[in-house]
């Protein structure tokens, strides 16, 4: 196994997606989005700062997510590591290949999962997710089978997140166009680039997700 990079902009179905990576083949997920919004309810100062940055739909700085991800790799283990929403500036992208370098390890794809904008909109106005396990739901394509209770745990700490509104999406989305964006040349340049169609359903794009996996020999 090895680690790789789902890259899209908000709302194109990467933690969906690394929900059932982790699910079917053990691998880790390391989302810089769920890591900040632990650090949001912390009540430090820094979370309080963080927090205005997320709600605004603007980046959070590149030293607070890099330091973030550098104290995953330095303790957690795992068999592969799906990095979700990280690296997402040309210079967390430099961070991430010298942090993997320094433990040894390497990427083994980066899939560019795209979509068109406009289906954005109704995909992160109609999100919702579990605060215990964190499985992803939307209100009309993939509702709970019982209202008010996650389907995989059964918790009814079902959320709705700050920033899911069209407003700071759009914010979202320009930073993503953007920052995030040249990094679609950067990984295509280092031959590590595969890109699908994610506006397919969710099996279909979990399918071409594990093609690239399988074609890398994971
Ligand atoms: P983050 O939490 O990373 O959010 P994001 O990138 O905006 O992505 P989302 O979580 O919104 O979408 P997703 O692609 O995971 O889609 P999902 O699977 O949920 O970041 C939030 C904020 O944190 C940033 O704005 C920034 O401020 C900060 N931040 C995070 N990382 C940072 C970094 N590295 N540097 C600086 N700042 C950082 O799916 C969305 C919906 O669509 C769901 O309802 C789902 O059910 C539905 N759906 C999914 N797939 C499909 C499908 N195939 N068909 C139909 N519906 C689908």
């Given at each position: 196994?090895?680690?790789?990079?789902?890259?899209?902009?908000?709302?194109?179905?990467?933690?969906?997606?690394?929900?059932?990576?982790?699910?079917?083949?053990?691998?880790?997920?390391?989302?810089?989005?769920?890591?900040?919004?632990?650090?949001?309810?912390?009540?430090?100062?820094?979370?309080?700062?963080?927090?205005?940055?997320?709600?605004?739909?603007?980046?959070?700085?590149?030293?607070?997510?890099?330091?973030?991800?550098?104290?995953?790799?330095?303790?957690?283990?795992?068999?592969?590591?799906?990095?979700?929403?990280?690296?997402?500036?040309?210079?967390?992208?430099d961070a991430l290949g010298a942090l993997l370098e320094r433990h040894g390890q390497t990427l083994g794809a980066v899939i560019e999962m795209k979509v068109d904008d406009e289906a954005l909109v109704s995909r992160i106005t109609g999100r919702f997710t579990c605060g215990d396990c964190g499985a992803v739901y939307h209100d009309v394509t993939h509702p709970t089978k019982v209202a008010g209770v996650c389907d995989a745990c059964g918790s009814t700490n079902l959320k709705r997140r700050a920033d899911d509104n069209e407003v700071s999406l759009r914010t979202r989305l320009m930073e993503y166009y953007k920052k995030t964006s040249p990094l679609v040349g950067y990984y295509y340049h280092a031959h590590l680039l595969s890109s699908i169609d994610a506006l397919a359903s969710v099996e279909t794009v979990a399918d071409e997700i594990a093609k690239v996996l399988d074609k890398a020999g994971k």
């Open positions: 196994m090895t680690n790789i990079i789902l890259l899209g902009p908000p709302g194109a179905g990467k933690g969906t997606q690394a929900h059932k990576l982790v699910a079917e083949r053990g691998m880790v997920q390391l989302s810089t989005g769920d890591m900040l919004r632990e650090a949001r309810t912390s009540g430090t100062e820094m979370g309080k700062r963080v927090a205005e940055v997320m709600d605004r739909g603007q980046l959070v700085t590149d030293e607070i997510v890099i330091g973030l991800i550098e104290e995953k790799l330095d303790t957690v283990k795992a068999p592969g590591f799906i990095f979700d929403g990280f690296p997402r500036t040309l210079k967390q992208a």
